[in-house]
């Protein structure tokens, strides 16, 4: 199983990135997936979720109206469009295969990828 993450960097307050996070080794489609975030000396915490069929999706409070989470099934990828960022949406952003999908919690991580670094500057 593998997934990775690409598309963090460095942006001003107010500017905008993608990420994208390819998966192989596992049957890509049948899995919810979801972004979460740990910055440094935090806790991670989750962002964003998308059922398998990208029908459905789940944010947290924080991000809600800035972060937009997709995937493209046939690319085996997941993605997540990110405006209006500001400095506390810098961490370390890791994309992970879901236990499930929920409209009205977080799910958890089954596989995990590696981080790609977001920092916002003010």
């Known amino acids: 199983v593998q997934l990775q993450a690409s598309g963090g960097g460095l942006v001003q307050a107010g500017g905008s990135l993608r990420l994208s996070c390819a998966a192989s080794g596992f049957t890509f489609g049948t899995y919810a997936m979801g972004w979460f975030r740990q910055a440094p000396g935090k806790e991670r915490e989750f962002v964003a979720q998308?059922?398998?069929?990208?029908?459905?999706?789940y944010y947290a409070d924080s991000v809600k109206g800035r972060f937009t989470i997709s995937r493209d099934n046939v690319k085996k990828t997941v993605y997540l469009q990110m405006n209006s960022l500001k400095p506390e949406d810098t961490a370390n952003y890791y994309c992970a295969a879901l236990a499930y999908y929920s409209d009205f919690e977080p799910s958890r991580g089954i596989y995990w990828g590696q981080g790609t670094l977001v920092t916002v500057s003010s």
């Open positions: 998308i059922r398998r069929n990208g029908g459905n999706t």
